[in-house]
């Protein structure tokens, strides 16, 4: 997949000099997926915490192009719906017996074409998606 942006650590979106903590900084607002446009966008929302620098953007959006795989698997019943906002890591999800969730690749390695980008939640949802692009 294409994007114009980084995920290092599987909570900081990194891009030109931006460095923003998706897991701290941020909370997950809403998706929107177009099956007939093939499209893919996710919005976020800057916390309201006191620890958030001021000159954090006030809002963040992902849009994923040309959608071929779109997944959503459900959250824990037993966590509080608190925690549907707050992502866990950004990563990927992988079809193979030897990943058990999302998996975070380190910064020397690199994603099989194959595997979906995929968000995990503190809730225990999961979002995987495979597109041709992502971009901020």
């Keep these: 997949m294409n994007r114009d942006f980084e995920i290092v650590g599987g909570i900081y979106l ?10 701290n900084n941020f909370r997950f607002m809403k998706l929107d997926y177009s ?18 620098k001021s000159d954090t953007p006030a809002a963040l959006t992902i849009e994923f192009k040309e959608v071929s795989e779109f997944r959503f698997m459900p959250r824990d019943p037993e966590i509080p719906f608190t925690e549907d906002d707050c ?22 390695q690199k994603a099989e ?6 968000i995990d939640f503190m809730s ?13």
């Design 113 to 118: 074409p194959q595997w979906l980008s995929a």
């Design 87 to 108: 992502i866990n890591s950004f990563g990927y999800w992988v079809d193979e017996d030897w990943a058990e969730g999302v998996i975070i690749v380190e910064p020397d």
């Design 14 to 23: 990194v891009q030109g000099s931006y460095e923003l903590d998706l897991h």
């Design 35 to 52: 099956v007939a446009e093939r499209r893919l966008v996710l919005n976020w929302q800057r916390s309201k915490g006191d620890w958030v």
């Design 124 to 136: 225990g949802a999961v979002l995987a998606v495979q597109a041709v692009s992502a971009k901020r």
